[in-house]
């Protein structure tokens, strides 16, 4: 293993600059993510040696933006998940110039965080699947418990391989997570008596730790064992908590506020997220209602599944505004190692549910990378 102490996380900023002003810019940077002080102040030689940030390297990109890449120890991440997002981004995040796009990571972080549990040949298995993996979502908000648990039924008599809570189903009077839970949990696995389909059902997990590990507890009892989180809402302390708490729980990652800040989300939904624990990450596909290109994507899913010693591969999910009529072009494009996401235009198909839920899954297990 690398010496934590002198090893050095590499995170890359896309920054905006003059030419004249680039060099003091990137210093500026390594200071502010490292000591955030005036380094002439500073007579500690550990500090200057080994915590204080450095410039690896200033690439010019065109159109007055800059790469700048910036060293900074490991050791002052203390191998906590806020931490570490702090020293990734923390006080930079407030200036309006910088974007945080990647960071290379020493190997001890694999094994510091251990990644997901389950992975994608988790995620398969789970629901006896080869290729591609289907999913859709219950909504909308304000639906009672009842109602949602028969919407459940009829997707699951479909045959699709998980089925997840809306990312706003929490533990609202009109549906209580005590409530809601037991009732799609019962209703998803009649139908999977029933279609020989093992469908797993996916409750949004909210709230603060004491009230997240009832939840986790709850879906236990239940007899589920995936489960749908959105890390940045939760925190991602919490959330990395949970994945080591439970690791016969397979966390699925929602990326609700992954554009409330200058962060690439390829970094932050497909690498940073993997690193902490989700097993499959939902992020919005390009062509959709949200504004993801097909680059950054392509880059997402790249991180999601990219070879990592130590850390098993994250399940890329595309979702957002997807239809039925896209499911070979969102395949060619991604390849089989993905979860497909359908909600709205699914749920739009009303009395044909059922047999337009089957039709999706048919399309998916049917087809071929070309």
């Known amino acids: ?13 896309r920054v905006r600059s003059d030419a004249k002003s680039i060099a003091a810019r990137a210093e500026g940077i390594a200071v502010e993510q490292s000591v955030e002080m005036p380094v002439a ?3 500690d030689a550990f500090v200057l040696a080994e915590t204080l940030g450095r410039v690896v390297d200033i690439k010019d990109i065109g159109r007055g933006q800059f790469e700048v890449r910036i060293g900074l120890a490991s050791v002052t991440t203390g191998f906590e998940p806020g931490q570490l997002f702090n020293m990734l981004f923390g006080n930079t995040s407030i ?27 988790g995620l398969r298995t789970r629901v006896k699947a ?4 289907t999913c859709s979502a219950l909504k909308p908000q304000g639906s009672t418990s009842a109602a949602l648990a028969q919407l459940a039924g009829r997707i699951a008599a479909g045959g699709i391989d998980y089925l997840k809570d809306d990312h706003g189903l929490a533990d609202q009077s009109y549906s209580p997570f005590a409530e809601r839970v037991p009732a799609i949990a019962e209703t998803v696995a009649d139908a ?6 093992p469908t797993r059902y996916l409750p949004s997990l909210n709230g603060n730790l004491d009230s997240l590990r009832q939840q986790v507890a709850l879906c236990r009892s239940c007899g589920l064992d995936t489960v749908l989180i959105a890390p940045v809402i939760a925190g991602l302390a919490q959330f990395h908590t949970l994945v080591k708490e ?20 390829s970094f932050q939904l497909g690498k940073l997220f993997r690193l902490l624990g989700s097993d499959a990450t939902i992020f919005p596909n390009h062509g959709g209602r949200f504004g993801y290109t097909p680059e950054e994507c392509k880059r ?28 070979s072009e969102i395949l060619d494009f991604y390849g089989a190692d993905i979860m497909l996401l359908i909600g709205g235009s699914l749920l739009s198909t009303r009395e044909r549910i059922t047999e337009e839920t089957a039709r999706y899954v048919e399309a998916v297990r049917n087809y071929r990378t070309r």
């Open 1 to 13: 293993m690398v010496d934590a102490m002198s090893s050095r996380i590499e995170v890359l900023y």
């Open 41 to 43: 102040a500073i007579d």
């Open 95 to 121: 200036q309006d110039d910088v974007t945080l796009v990647d960071a290379r990571f020493p190997e001890e972080f694999a094994a510091a965080f251990r990644g997901p549990n389950h992975g994608l040949a």
């Open 130 to 133: 080869e290729g591609a993996l």
């Open 192 to 197: 999977a008596a029933r279609t020989g389909t």
């Open 246 to 265: 439970n690791p016969d729980i397979a966390f699925v990652t929602h990326p609700t506020m992954a554009g409330a800040a200058r962060i690439m989300p």
């Open 300 to 327: 997402l899913a790249g991180f999601a599944l990219q070879d990592w010693p130590g850390v098993k591969p994250c399940v890329p999910v595309p979702a957002g505004g997807m239809s039925l009529e896209r499911i």
